[in-house]
Every structure is written in C-alpha cells, then in structure tokens.
C-alpha cells in the first residue's frame, strides 16, 4: 500500500513519498511526517539479523517509500549507495568501554553520518525526476557537513543543480576543499562574503519566493526538514541493535544533537518496534532543547560558535515532529503551540503530562567546550580511540544520562576527526591522515564564486548558471 505523509500542522495536502521528497516544508509552514508509521514485530525483526547493511536497509525503507519507488529500483540505489562507503559493515560498531559503544557514521565519501541520507536522496530524487520529466534546483546552506554530503550525493544527478552557499573563508579547509574540489557541471560553490546566517536567510528568501528561477524549475531541500534524509537514518538503529542482541536484549542510543534529524530518526525506530530504552539528547552550548527537556521552558537564544560547529543551531526543526506525536497528532493545536514557539517573545512552557511523556523515553545534556575537550583526551587515554569533538559530547552526554548500566549505551559517531582540526589540536593530538580516497585533497582544484551577501545577486547567479 502506497504511503501517505501528513503535515505537522495539520492543514496541507496529504502527499505521496515522491511528493514529499520535492517539497521541502508543507504550505501550511509544518514539516511531513508518515500518516501511518509502519510496525514491525519482534519475530520479524529478530530475523533480520544476519542481513547486510543495504539488505537491512531495504527492509526498514521500502514501506516508506511504497508506492513512488519499486522494489527492485530501490534495492539497486540502495546496493550502489553502500557499496561505495570505506567500510565493509558500512557502520560497524567500536567497544570503548564494557557495554558501552561508539556507532561508527563516518565511513561514507564525506566522513559525516549525512552521507548515509544524502547518498540515497541524490538516487531518489534522480529516479522519480527522470519517471515526471522534471529538472529542480537545489539550494542549500551549510557550515560545513551538509554541503559536502549534498554535492557528494546530488553530482552524478542528471536532473538536478546544486548551489551550495557556505561563508567565505569560515569553514574548515578540508571542509571547503570536500565541497570546492568535486567535479561535475551542475555543482555551484557559492562563497557569501557574510556568515552562516546571512546565507540560510537568503536560502530561505529564495524558498519563499522562487519566481528568480528560470522556466518551470522548483527548489527542493536537502536539509533535515527533507522526510527521505530522516527515513535513511532510521536503518542504523537497527543495523547496531541487532547487531548488540536486539530484539531480545534493549538498547540505548546518545545522540549528538543540533537539528534534531538523527535523533528523531532513532524515536522512529522505536516507534517501528525496536526495543529502544532511552535516547539521550546531547547538545553544544547551542542548548536549546537541553533547557527545554530538563526546565519546561522554550527560549531561543542567539547562536553561538563553537569547535562543534555541525550542532551550532539556535532552533531545532525537526523537534516539531516529535512536539506533534506529543500533542497526539493534533495539527491544529501544534499550529498554534508552534506561533507561540517561533514569536520568540516569550519563554514557552508545555503542560507537565506532554513533557512527561517525553522524558519516558528522551534525557538531555549540555556540553561545553572544555568538557567536549576533555573527553576527547579522556577516551583516548582510556582506549587509544581519537573521537571527533561531535561525538565526544555525546559520549559525555552517554556517560552523564546512563539509566542503566547493564543496557548497551551507543553513542552515535557522527563524523571523522579529521574534518575538525582545530578540536583535535586543542585537544593535543596530531592530525590523523585522510583516508585513501581523499589523499590528495589538498592538491585538486577548487571551483567557487564568492559573492556579496545580497540576495538579488544570489539569485542572478543562479538563474545565470542553471541547467546551461
Ligand atoms: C549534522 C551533524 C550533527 C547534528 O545532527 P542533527 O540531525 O542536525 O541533529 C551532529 N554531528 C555532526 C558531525 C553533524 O554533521
């Protein structure tokens, strides 16, 4: 049976995967989420137990994309995607402590967990583009991961163009170079001589009013508010359960946290069946969600900048879909909790029953730097294992939050060390090498424009260069 997706709010179309996967935000301002969240049982899932990674994978994707993808299209997507990762088991599991583990996200081209999302949307979206006969634009803007894991996944697309904002000389030389360096004549690097901000807004601009675009071109998102990217997550919830004795044996997950899309990902695998006892909210200084998980009390705050910049965020997106499972589904009230939320006037409380049901399964944690830096040399002096500053808050966050002791905690190792260079000196260790297929690096070419901060700029731009 084909899968719909609803609105948060309540008030929008309901749409089919294809659909969703091309729209970005719903056009009452909510975010899509399944109208029917697909179950499996414990038999079934115990029998999944000595699949593949990408045999797993079809499993857990296939009902949600039923309907706008066949069976044997998506195994093929799904084979080619993680075929091309730097490890074997794809996201193998590393022991750092007695039953406690880091979940290994950074073995695809990028060495970031959004590869593992970004990958299948290039392939999906090229699918059903090719089927309707329609070319889009994509538009994003990064400070670092997502860029490189959007170009990555979208530059072998035939049917898509990708401008990738990110701020003129604020981000990390490898990050720039994993962007600037690949190939490919729909990839447009478009340095803005602003900061992040200032290039999210102009993307946001440009959604908001897409008339700049030439011919019958849309934009699509390939930030988390995208269903495809939240729905690829899922599969690695399971593939490390079962890996650890699911589903007979419960797990426990800690997840560094910035825009609530990996996270929300693993309530959805509990969601689907499988036996997950807490998940651990773990945030930077950017603490917005850990504020409102242990006080009741929604304030944004402005953001900060810190050497975990993946999870520099002043507003998590995504905690939207959990708010409206917590309001049980009601579209309605959720619009208007969601107005109060986004006035930013006012510290927003929930009723204590909602928060309640919220802290059954979900704890929260705040890292600062010191502590992120700290931990990072703790694990290593314990293990000889050199964590990315992303993942040492979540391991921090695993070890402050534990329930359980004789439940497996498994932190999420979102990226590679290498990518942050300047964590991994404070901390006191020396660069580790690039893996094989990003050697040489420092060595291509590079391919960027930089502009001025000015939107009808940016938009020229990209009229000027899409689809040439
Ligand atoms: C994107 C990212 C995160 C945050 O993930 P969300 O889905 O936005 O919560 C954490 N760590 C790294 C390394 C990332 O790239």
Request: contains cysteine; glycine residues 6%.
């Amino acid at each position: 049976m084909a899968m719909k997706y609803i609105s948060t709010r309540g008030n929008a179309p309901e749409l089919t995967f294809e659909d969703v996967l091309l729209t970005g935000l719903a056009s009452d301002g909510g975010l899509y989420v399944p109208k029917e969240v697909p179950q499996f049982t414990k038999e079934e899932i115990a029998s999944w137990r000595d699949l593949s990674y990408a045999e797993l994978a079809h499993k857990v994707i296939y009902p949600f994309v039923e309907g706008s993808v066949d069976s044997d299209s998506l195994k093929k997507m799904i084979d080619e995607v993680y075929s091309g990762f730097g490890h074997k088991a794809v996201a193998p599991v590393q022991q750092i402590d007695h039953n406690e583990y880091v979940l290994e996200l950074f073995h695809g081209p990028t060495l970031a967990f959004k590869d593992f999302a970004l990958q299948m949307l290039g392939r999906l979206l090229d699918y059903v583009l090719e089927r309707r006969h329609e070319k889009v634009v994509i538009m994003g803007a990064t400070s670092g991961d997502t860029g490189s894991a959007a170009i990555e996944g979208t530059k072998a697309c035939k049917n898509v163009d990708i401008f990738i904002l990110h701020p003129h000389g604020k981000v990390s030389e490898v990050q720039r170079r994993q962007m600037t360096t690949v190939e490919g004549d729909n990839i447009h690097n478009i340095a803005i001589e602003g900061n992040f901000d200032q290039a999210q807004d102009m993307v946001k601009a440009s959604f908001g009013d897409q008339a700049f675009l030439r011919g019958e071109r849309k934009l699509v998102a390939v930030n988390s508010i995208n269903w495809a990217r939240i729905m690829s997550q899922i599969v690695y919830y399971f593939y490390s359960a079962l890996n650890l004795g699911a589903p007979e044996r419960p797990v426990a997950y800690s997840v560094p946290t910035g825009n609530f899309g990996d996270i929300f990902a693993g309530y959805m695998a509990k969601k689907m069946g499988l036996p997950v006892e807490q998940l651990i909210i773990a945030t930077n200084s950017n603490d917005v969600l850990h504020r409102f998980m242990s006080q009741n009390q929604y304030e944004v705050r402005p953001l900060k900048h810190t050497i975990t910049p993946s999870m520099d965020i002043a507003v998590s997106s995504n905690f939207e879909r959990l708010l409206f499972d917590l309001y049980d589904r009601d579209g309605a009230a959720l619009a208007d909790l969601m107005a109060k939320m986004n006035a930013k006037e006012d510290i927003v409380s929930l009723d204590e029953s909602k928060l309640a049901k919220a802290r059954e399964l979900f704890d929260s944690y705040a890292v600062n730097e010191d502590v992120t830096i700290e931990t990072m040399q703790e694990v290593y002096n314990e293990t000889g294992y050199l964590l990315d500053p992303h993942t040492a808050i979540g391991v921090k966050a695993a070890r402050a939050c534990r329930r359980n002791p004789r439940i497996p905690m498994i932190t999420l190792g979102t990226a590679h060390p290498v990518k942050f260079e300047e964590a991994v000196q404070r901390a006191g260790f020396d660069m580790p090498a690039l893996p094989h297929h990003l050697a040489d690096l420092m060595d291509r070419d590079e391919r960027v424009s930089v502009l001025p901060a000015e939107l009808d700029k940016v938009q020229a731009f990209i009229a000027e260069n899409t689809f040439k």
